[in-house]
């Protein structure tokens, strides 16, 4: 697909080894998205891929009285992308979580190699609306979905493109109405893929690079 929604990025929350089927802290079906994230990504003039990034004495492991088994450790197969994410489509990497003694649920807490963090990272390319998917609804992608909102994008959650822990049996639903109050716009991927209400007002950009 030539054209790309202009100013936009899909940020791609966590979909880590660890947090699919198999994983450490594997989220139900975590790994069904998968095919639906590489569907969307061509559309996007930017993709951005974010990770828990922790180190193996991390402060939410329950050896330190946090509420999760180890996951997500620096350097280790469960931190890493899941292998059928479509990665040669993914412009930028941010890792969160990153010290002992810190925790962090929101992407806007994360960093870039260079050191800039996702909302430096979107100003410098000029992004007024972020798409969120990934791991878990419940968690992470509901903290950076809110916190998209506060800095003042225009959110969208592609919720066949995001799975819940579920902790209790409900968390996931009472997330996505969460987002939904605090301006989000609960959107799936095909109503993305096929030009809907948020597309159709926006026009397209074709950039010079193709991926």
Known sequence: MDEKIKDAALVLVDIQNDFCPGGALAVDEGDQIVPVVNRLMPIFPLVISTYDWHPKNHISFKER?????????????????????????????LRKA???????????????????????VLKSENVKRVFVVGLATDYCVRATVLDGLKAGYDVYAVTDAMRAVNVNPDDGAKALEEMARSGARLVTSDEVLQGGEMTRAASVIRPQNQR
Do not use: N
């Open 98 to 120: 990153s010290t002992p003694d810190k925790d962090e649920y929101s992407e806007f807490a994360g960093f870039d190699e260079a050191g800039r963090t996702l909302d430096e």
């Open 65 to 93: 009285g946090g509420p999760w088994p180890p996951h997500c450790v620096q350097g280790t197969r469960g931190a890493e992308l899941h292998p059928e994410i479509d990665s040669d489509r993914i412009d930028m990497h």
